[in-house]
């Protein structure tokens, strides 16, 4: 059973930092390409940060390139992101993925997301 558990998100004033984690299970994660979206109120989700699966490239989205770092443990199955400098803009809903191959099958698993409030 393919799992994808965030945790890591809360409440934050303006100019703080938080670490999401996403641990994941069910799946051969380090074959995997993770990624974290995150979703604002009536809206579709929008990519934050991208890893491939041995940890050698990263990409960032605009809205936060040099304020996330995105990072992976493939010996513990578990993604990360460092968010920096936070704005209250940042409030959303943050949702890790993982995109690969089982078997024949490209795959895409979503886990349930963490809510991150940016708030004084």
């Known amino acids: 059973q393919v799992q994808l558990v965030e945790s890591g998100g809360g409440l934050v004033q303006p100019g703080g930092s938080l670490r999401l984690s996403c641990a994941a299970s069910?799946?051969?994660?380090?074959?995997?390409?993770m990624s974290w979206y995150r979703r604002f109120p009536g809206k579709e989700r929008e990519l934050v940060a991208t890893?491939?699966?041995?940890?050698?490239?990263?990409t960032y989205a605009a809205s936060m390139k040099g304020r996330v770092t995105i990072s992976r443990d493939n010996g513990k199955n578990t993604v990360y992101l460092q968010m920096n400098s936070l704005k209250p803009e940042d409030t959303a809903v943050y949702y890790c993925k993982a995109a690969g191959y089982s078997g024949e099958y490209y795959k895409n698993y979503w886990g349930q997301g963490t809510q991150v409030t940016v708030s004084s």
């Open positions: 890893i491939t699966s041995d940890g050698g490239q990263t």
């Open positions: 069910g799946f051969t994660f380090s074959s995997y390409t």
